[in-house]
């Protein structure tokens, strides 16, 4: 990940505000809107992909190669309270590998690798848990544990979802926090969700992304801090609504919470890693959701798809680093051909989308 920016902001006072009673880059195929947090289709087999679906991807070429070679990498000790672990995204490979090829080895070391994860959380903190749960989760959905340590890992999730860590849970910081700390553990959150089959909590995880995406009506809960990069500092919101600029410049698509790390508004705008790990998390959150039958990727204007759009057009940012898997999501189901490097890197959550994604479109 490239250095973040000015710590400045970081010392910022948090704030917490009531609930109120043009461009270079690619341009998506038009979809419908939706005008609320419901889902609108049946849900898809699987989390993240489904072993029927991979078994029409290709077994050869750089992005197969990539992670064939990951998957064939010793899985190394599982660590959740380690923030930079990359542990959760090796099992991930292995279980990909799994249901494309049937080859058993990658199925075990999953299966121990997710039970030697069971615990190493403890004395860590929700960024740390929020990166690293989501993968083992997915990988395990992929691999179907064995019926007795599956009930241990149901147990293990549920009590992971509130579970205080250095005072926060995943769910609290969720519904708190509008910048990477909050869209990691939406992710996971989202992921434990879907599956233990709770669509109660699904259904929370979907309405705290649509309220982070825009719509206040939904959820308002957040602790913002510097406003500066906000369309409406009374209104903050996680992404910035359709329109939006501030002297003369756009800010449509930005992500006040994690660009304003970089700095109080100016322009140029600063190019701030932060923004690009913040996607990270919600990216994951899209993923399931629409899988789970939300209309997530025509939310709040195709808000996702604005956040990508202004980091290209405005920013003059592409992903690069641990952040090149993110633009094979976008150009997968908005049709758009942002700069998707083949291999691409892992990130901090999840990774492989060049091979899951990259070869297939799916356009909202």
Excluded at 84 to 94: E, F, G, I, L, P
Excluded at 125 to 149: S, T
Aim: with cysteine; charged share 25%; glycine share 10%.
């Amino acid at each position: 990940m490239r250095a973040s920016g000015s710590i400045l902001s970081c010392c910022a006072l948090l704030l917490v505000l009531p609930a109120p009673a043009g461009e270079k880059p690619s341009t998506p195929k038009a979809g419908r809107g939706a005008t609320n947090g419901s889902r609108t289709s049946e849900a898809k087999k699987g989390i993240w992909t489904s072993r029927e679906e991979l078994a029409k991807l290709p077994v050869s070429g750089p992005a197969w190669e990539s992670l064939k070679a990951a998957a064939d990498e010793p899985g190394g000790t599982p660590n959740l309270r380690d923030r930079n672990d990359q542990v959760d995204v090796r099992v991930m490979a292995k279980a990909l590998v799994y249901a494309r090829t049937g080859e058993s080895r990658y199925r075990d070391e999953v299966i121990s690798l997710c039970r030697e994860a069971m615990g190493t959380e403890k004395g860590g903190n929700c960024l740390a848990l929020g990166r690293n749960l989501a993968a083992f989760v997915i990988a395990a959905d992929l691999v179907q544990l064995p019926a007795d340590q599956d009930q241990l890992f149901r147990k293990w999730l549920r009590e992971k979802l509130a579970e205080p860590h250095e005072g926060r849970s995943l769910r609290s910081t969720h519904e708190s926090r509008p910048n990477n700390w909050g869209t990691h553990a939406g992710g996971s959150r989202a992921v434990i969700a879907r599956y233990l089959g709770d669509e109660q909590e699904l259904e929370r995880v979907a309405t705290v992304f649509k309220g982070w995406l825009g719509d206040r009506g939904a959820h308002s809960g957040f602790r913002f801090a510097d406003l500066s990069w906000q369309h409406d500092p009374a209104r903050p919101v996680g992404v910035n609504p359709r329109g939006s600029t501030r002297d003369g410049h756009s800010i449509d698509g930005v992500l006040p919470d994690d660009q304003r790390r970089g700095g109080h508004f100016g322009w140029p705008p600063p190019k701030e890693n932060y923004v690009y790990e913040s996607l990270q998390g919600a990216l994951l959150q899209a993923v399931v959701l629409h899988r789970a039958g939300y209309d997530v990727w025509n939310w709040e204007d195709k808000a996702l798809l604005r956040a990508f759009q202004w980091l290209h057009g405005e920013a003059r940012f592409p992903a690069a680093g641990d952040d090149t898997w993110q633009p094979h999501i976008i150009n997968h189901f908005y049709g758009t051909d942002f700069p998707a490097p083949v291999p691409a890197r892992p990130g901090k959550n999840v990774g492989w989308t060049d091979w899951t994604f990259g070869a297939r479109s799916e356009n909202p």
